[in-house]
């Protein structure tokens, strides 16, 4: 088993929202929006994208993975974030675009950690019925696939869409064929509007419980436990269960908030170190932070840009101390 003496906050980073589906999931927020409203694809610019990594960087959290769609930028243009962000993070990152072809996970295999494939549900009926137009074969093609180029593989998963227990025979299976490394286990959040509304979202004893599972199969796998701003208080108990990190909570948001306070005093109770904070702001000196950025790389940060990301970091640091 690993031994977990610390713990830490992660963050996913996304660059574009949008739902090109012709049937939505459903339990996803997307499908309560008419169809012009949810395909029109938002699309961030590098400025905030790389402002908001400068500053999960500076507090301490994972960096979960890079998402957007496939296709909003070019396949250049991602290489070009991902190696900004590389320089920012001090490491490569895991992406999540939804299933790349093999000629994409070759060019992108130089540049990230892995690929995350979303999974969300492995019961095949339930998988049929929740995400009718997100089959998961095109997920597994990818993931053997990648597995030939030796590109690790992580997966999402959520619980509390009608699967039960015994289900996660399943996933070890998954996991095992596919030597899936990297896990995030959510809990569903039953949204106004969606099939699920009204729904008990799963309690804290169930998702706990299939963290143990998990962990207690794969002791070396990396494990996320995602919770929403109402479930801080299950983080002692997910952690205990064998979670290496907490992930899902809106953590710009809610900085400094009783929740975010909460899941510091949880991971304390756990027996657990909290790396980074969700508290206090670091005492970084911003405008210096952004200026070093591709001295001595071939990494190219334009005058241009570096202000603008000043600029936005500004905005998400006062939205930090305002909440
Ligand atoms: S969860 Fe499903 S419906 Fe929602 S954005 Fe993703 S693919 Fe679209």
């Given amino acids: 088993m690993k031994d977990l003496k610390e713990t830490c906050f992660e963050r996913a980073v996304f660059y574009s929202w949008s739902c090109k589906l012709d049937e939505c ?27 908001e990594t400068i500053i999960t960087k500076q507090c301490g959290w994972d960096y979960g993975f890079l998402s957007g769609g496939i296709g909003v930028f070019s396949d250049e243009k991602l290489i070009d974030l991902l190696q900004k962000t590389k320089l920012i993070m001090g490491e490569k990152v895991w992406v999540n675009f939804g299933v790349l072809s093999r000629s994409q996970l070759e060019k992108f295999k130089p540049f990230i950690k892995g690929v995350v494939g979303t999974v969300e549900v492995l019961d095949p009926i339930l998988h049929r019925k929740i995400c009718p137009s997100k089959p998961l074969e095109p997920v597994e093609r990818m993931f053997e696939t990648a597995k030939e180029l030796g590109i690790p593989r992580g997966m999402t998963l959520i619980i509390g869409l009608g699967e039960t227990l015994d289900d996660h025979k399943l996933l070890v299976e998954f996991i095992r064929k596919y030597e899936v490394s990297k896990i995030h286990i959510y809990g569903l959040n039953p949204h106004k509007g969606t099939a699920f509304e009204g729904a008990e979202p799963p309690s804290v004893e169930y998702q706990s419980e299939w963290i143990k599972r998990t962990r207690e199969a794969f002791p070396d796998i990396d494990i996320q436990a995602g919770i929403w701003l109402d479930r801080t208080g299950y983080v002692g108990k997910l952690l205990e269960a064998g979670a290496d ?20 005093r949880q991971a304390k109770l756990a027996g657990r170190k909290f790396r980074g904070t969700l508290t206090k702001l670091p005492m970084t000196n911003w405008d210096e932070e952004v200026d070093k950025l591709g001295a001595e790389t071939e990494i190219g940060f334009d ?6 990301i000043k600029e936005k970091i500004k905005k998400y640091l006062k939205k930090m101390k305002t909440s």
């Fill in 25 to 51: 999931c459903k339990y996803c927020y997307m499908s309560t929006l008419p169809r012009e409203k949810r395909t029109d694809e938002k699309v961030r610019s590098f400025a905030s994208l790389l402002a």
């Fill in 245 to 264: 990190s907490i992930s899902k909570f809106p953590a710009l948001k809610s900085f400094g908030s009783q929740e975010a306070k909460e899941i510091e």
């Fill in 303 to 308: 005058e241009k840009l570096k202000e603008s």
